[in-house]
Nanobody, 116 residues
Framework: QTQLVESGGGVVQPGGSLRLSCVAS????????MNWFRQAPGKQREWVAT???????NVADSVKGRFAMSRDNAKNTVYLQMASLKPEDTAVYYC??????????WGQGTQVTVSS
């Protein structure tokens, strides 16, 4: 079954850190361009970070200097390392890739809550 499965979310205090993982399977390779998005309650889903096929990364301005994306192709997994977390980072985080002929693939999401 072609799928993306996220994990690693949880409840963390402001200033804390978390590492999210996204395991790809069923024909999706983590060496593909992969993305992280997030969706906070009552808000639209927003892009957070991308890692290209060549390994270059890019992150949204709102998380620059705090979040970093990486991959381990041997594990077919991409990661989102999050540090200095803020309450406004609270959201469901989704892994995403685009693969023809289907198009966009999304994981089920993992909840991140930043609260004291």
């Amino acid at each position: 079954q072609t799928q993306l499965v996220e994990s690693g979310g949880g409840v963390v205090q402001p200033g804390g850190s978390l590492r999210l993982s996204c395991v790809a399977s069923g024909g999706i390779s983590s060496s593909n361009a992969m993305n992280w998005f997030r969706q906070a309650p009552g808000k639209q889903r927003e892009w957070v970070a991308t890692i290209s096929r060549g390994g270059s990364t890019n992150v949204a301005d709102s998380v620059k200097g705090r979040f970093a994306m990486s991959r381990d192709n041997a594990k077919n997994t991409v990661y989102l390392q999050m540090a200095s977390l803020k309450p406004e980072d609270t959201a469901v985080y989704y892994c995403n890739t685009f693969l023809l002929p289907v198009g966009n693939y999304w994981g089920q999401g993992t909840q991140v809550t930043v609260s004291s």
